[in-house]
């Protein structure tokens, strides 16, 4: 008799101990980790990034007539070299409107181009920063203008340091050769000229 009352508290205890076991707060979930870019992809060529969405600034209205005047001719740049078969994707890019300002009030742009499954994008002005490319670096010069390179197996970029806003040339699936040589052919161009790049066909 003893041994089964001994038996029926111990049962008790521990449909007592499950319930408060069930009762308990679950774990909170870890929270989800962010969206992969630029600088997480593997070494290996991943699908096309969505650089115009990367480096797209907050757009500032122009409050003042300055803000129509021309842009200085050294913000608004482009190569007199381009590897062949390289075209514009006017959905992968974007440039300033007349009545839009980015960082450092200043016009911004950044122009994508695609082909043979490679990748070109030139991007400079009032950008918050330059595409996330994390890898090996180095310091350059290229054109003139002094600069670091990053490389990440197919991908490269160069960031070059300007008095204002930023200057970038990144690369998926060129080489080293060739990506230099676009950045050191970089010339002043209208900013008429990179809208007309940057708009729909």
Avoid: H
């Amino acid at each position: 008799m003893r041994l089964f009352r001994g038996l029926r508290k111990a049962g008790a205890a521990l449909g007592l101990a499950c319930a408060c076991v069930a009762c308990g707060a679950a774990p909170a979930p870890a929270s989800p980790s962010p969206s992969p870019t630029i600088a997480a992809a593997p070494a290996a060529p991943a699908p096309s990034p969505t650089v115009a969405a990367a480096a797209t600034p907050a757009v500032v209205p122009a409050t003042s007539p300055a803000a129509t005047a021309p842009a200085e001719p050294s913000i608004y740049l482009w190569p007199s070299y381009l590897p062949e078969g390289m075209q514009p994707a006017p959905q992968e890019s974007r440039v300033s409107g007349e009545s839009e300002l980015g960082e450092g009030d200043i016009g911004f742009y950044l122009i994508t181009l695609n082909g043979s499954g490679k990748k070109l994008a030139i991007g400079g002005g009032g950008l918050r920063d330059a595409l996330p490319l994390t890898g090996d670096t180095r310091a350059i010069t290229s054109g003139g203008r002094a600069g670091k390179l990053i490389s990440n197996g197919e991908q490269r970029e160069i960031v070059f340091e300007v008095p204002r806003g930023t200057l970038f040339v990144y690369s998926l699936g060129l080489s080293e050769d060739e990506l230099l040589r676009v950045a050191g052919s970089l010339q002043p161009i209208d900013v008429r000229a990179l809208r007309a790049l940057a708009a729909p066909k």
